[in-house]
Each structure stands twice: as structure tokens, then as C-alpha cells.
């Protein structure tokens, strides 16, 4: 079946504009997770989905970064006024529910670069 | 805060050695652990995983014990093949609240024919 989808798969942008951040989680998942990707940072959680509780959003690193869920499924991760430092490869999960005993399963990143 | 501590890269080994990569973990309770690997071009993919003490996780060769003692979760293959070159990442779920992966820096390993 098919998996976890993201796009887009590249993005650059200039500092200081606005980006929106697309993933598609496997079908019948009710979690959904964002991370990041990034060479000084390694992997780090950014927030959290499940089913339609409020979602955790502690690892958020600024007020920049927010995420909604709509309808149980598609996420979009959105960064505000982008700086150099939010470049980063933004990958999302989903999994079945919220047991730590459920597999994240990844989707392939978005890759963002700003200039 | 829980945190994974993992062994630093980059590990080199040649076809059929014997590969360790350690990992040691801080986390209150009982963390469920994690290997995910990430291959060159690809997404991250589970590995294998353990949930309780003394609990093996094993996968494609690879395996790795629960040790709460010392709360490790080394990752061992007998014979390694070029295949296995990829970023290998421990992590963790703690046993609270929290819901996400803690993720170790990331071994890359690369193994030469």
C-alpha cells in the first residue's frame, strides 16, 4: 500500500517568507508526527497528532513553526519568516495509534533551504 | 530529559566483520527502544525494536538486547555486507506521556567489498 507522503520534496526560499510543508499519512493512521532533520541538531520532534486530541506541540522551536491536522489526515507544517537556521530536511510519521509500541513509519522529508 | 547517547561515526569495516555500535540511553521508567536506519536516498525504516528488559529486537541479521542495568541497546551483526552501508539511529519512546522518538546523533556505516 502506499505510504507516507510528503511535498515537496525540495523547497528554497528566500529569508524571511512564509513556507507550507505537506504530508499525507498512510491511511487509517491516527498519529502523525513531525520531525527534523538538520546537520548541527540531528533528528529532533517538532509535534505530535492523535486522533483529535489537542496536539503536543513541545518541540516546536519558535513561534514561527505551526502545524495543523485536518479532518484526521493531511498535515501541513508551516514556518513563518524563515531564517537560515530553519534549513533542515522536515520529515513526517505516522503510525497506527499513540502506543510507543506502534511503528512510526517515515515519509521521504521535504528538503528546505533558505537563502 | 531523556537522551540517547550513541557510538560516533564514521565506521568503516570491510564485507563479513563483525559490526557493534553502541548505545546508551537516559529515560526515566521503561522506554520502549529503537535501531532505524536511513540507506542512501531513502527514508528512515524501523530496524528492530524491544520493549521491555532483556527483550531482543533482531532484523535482517542485525540484533540488539534491552539492558536495563545498563540501560544499553547495542546493535550487533555477525557478517556484514556492502548492503548494510546506510545511518544507522537509536532511539527511544519514554514510558511517560510523551509519544515521540528521541533520537540518537546517528553511526554512519560504510562497508567496503
Known amino acids: 500500500g502506499a505510504g507516507v507522503s510528503q511535498s515537496p520534496s525540495n523547497k528554497v526560499t528566500e529569508k524571511g517568507k512564509d513556507v507550507e510543508l505537506r504530508c499525507d499519512p498512510i491511511s487509517g493512521h491516527t498519529a502523525l508526527y513531525w520531525y527534523r532533520q538538520s546537520l548541527g541538531q540531528g533528528l529532533e520532534f517538532l509535534i505530535y497528532?492523535?486522533?483529535?486530541?489537542?496536539?503536543?506541540k513541545s518541540g516546536l522551536p519558535s513561534d514561527r513553526f505551526s502545524a495543523e491536522r485536518t479532518g484526521g489526515s493531511v498535515s501541513t507544517l508551516t514556518i513563518q519568516r524563515t531564517q537560515q537556521e530553519d534549513s533542515a530536511v522536515y520529515l513526517c510519521a505516522s503510525s497506527l495509534g499513540g502506543m510507543s509500541s506502534y511503528e512510526q513509519y517515515f515519509g521521504p522529508g521535504t528538503r528546505l533551504t533558505v537563502t | 530529559g531523556d537522551s540517547v547517547t550513541q557510538m560516533e561515526g564514521p565506521v568503516t569495516l570491510s564485507e563479513e566483520a563483525f559490526l557493534t555500535i553502541n548505545c546508551t540511553y537516559t529515560a526515566t521508567g521503561y522506554p520502549s527502544l529503537f535501531w532505524y536506519v536511513q540507506y542512501p536516498g531513502e527514508g528512515l525504516q524501523l530496524l528492530l525494536k524491544a520493549t521491555k528488559a532483556d527483550d531482543k529486537g533482531s532484523n535482517k541479521g542485525f540484533e540488539a538486547t534491552y539492558r536495563k542495568e545498563t540501560t544499553s541497546f547495542h546493535l550487533e551483526k555477525g557478517s556484514v555486507q556492502v548492503s548494510d552501508s546506510a545511518v544507522y539511529f537509536c532511539?527511544?519512546?519514554?514510558?511517560?506521556?510523551?509519544?515521540?522518538?528521541?533520537f540518537g546523533s546517528g553511526t554512519q556505516l560504510t562497508v567496503l567489498p
Open positions: 497528532f492523535q486522533g483529535n486530541s489537542a496536539p503536543d
Open positions: 532511539a527511544l519512546i519514554s514510558s511517560g506521556s510523551a509519544r515521540q522518538l528521541t
